[in-house]
């Protein structure tokens, strides 16, 4: 019988090291070089209106967060860039944050912060949208299934790892090598920065304060419980079959 990691296996993957599929590379402003002054990376619109997730997500909230605090990392990722030696100017937001052991020492902590907010917003927004009760489809569900037992049980745990979490950051369903593994990031840190094996996400709950405060005040529980409702389970699906072939 197979071990639950290999049906996985079975299930999601075909041979090879996990590739990031080039869609998921510069996806929000494909042209866009980094440190370049007369191109730097925008603040792409949000693709649906601010109250599209009302009412479980606020427009207010989305507003401020988009323009704001989303435009404040892009801003920041430009700065950084312009500072930064040629190679990595040259880099996409996914390979800066693969490869920061290799960004010098002095913009290291300003391009950790700024490319991974680019980087876990840009997904975000497109990772949302109203589900009405909708869940994970086809191959996510049955990958889901084989990890976590059931939807519902991979809800509860994604649930509890959330809440837990301490401070600012993020709860994450990652693709790491051959399985799907609910994990954490602090702060701004991208899955994609973690050791060798980088974490391909999937499904992303923004977990600071700026997301979820205005409505919910302390009360992030009920935030992480409306965020069910809000999930674009059609992108989840798609990126999940991109880092998985
Ligand atoms: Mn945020």
Excluded: C
């Excluded at 041979?15 to 191109?39: H, K, M, Q, T």
């Excluded at 990722?77 to 920061?100: C, D």
């Excluded at 917003?121 to 589900?131: E, T």
């Excluded at 049980?153 to 799907?180: P, R, Y």
């Amino acid at each position: 019988m197979m071990t639950r990691r290999e049906a996985i296996k079975t299930v999601a993957l075909a041979a090879g090291a996990l590739a990031l599929g080039p869609s998921l590379v510069r996806a929000e402003n494909p042209d866009a070089i980094p440190g370049d002054l007369a191109n730097p990376f925008k603040v792409p619109d949000l693709g649906y209106a601010y109250d599209a997730l009302e009412p479980y997500i606020d427009a207010q909230t989305m507003q401020i967060h988009h323009d704001k605090h989303y435009g404040a990392y892009v801003e920041n990722l430009n700065k950084a860039m312009v500072q930064a030696p040629e190679r990595i100017q040259k880099m996409s937001v996914e390979e800066l944050l693969v490869n920061l052991e290799s960004i010098p020492e002095k913009i290291r902590p300003a391009v950790r912060n700024s490319a991974g907010g680019q980087y876990n917003h840009s997904l975000f927004w497109k990772l949302l949208k109203k589900n009405e009760g909708g869940k994970a489809s086809g191959e996510l569900a049955k990958a889901i299934d084989l990890t976590f037992g059931s939807y519902s049980n991979f809800q509860a745990k994604f649930t509890e790892v959330a809440t837990k979490l301490f401070g600012s950051g993020w709860a994450w369903l990652v693709v790491d090598g051959n399985s799907l593994e609910i994990t954490t990031t602090p702060n701004q840190d991208s899955t994609l920065s973690k050791s060798q094996r980088k974490q391909v996400p999937i499904v992303g709950i923004d977990l600071w304060e700026h997301a979820y405060y205005l409505k919910y005040q302390n009360r992030r529980p009920e935030y992480i419980k409306a965020f069910w409702n809000v999930i674009n389970w059609d992108y989840a699906s798609q990126r999940f079959v991109e880092a998985t072939t």
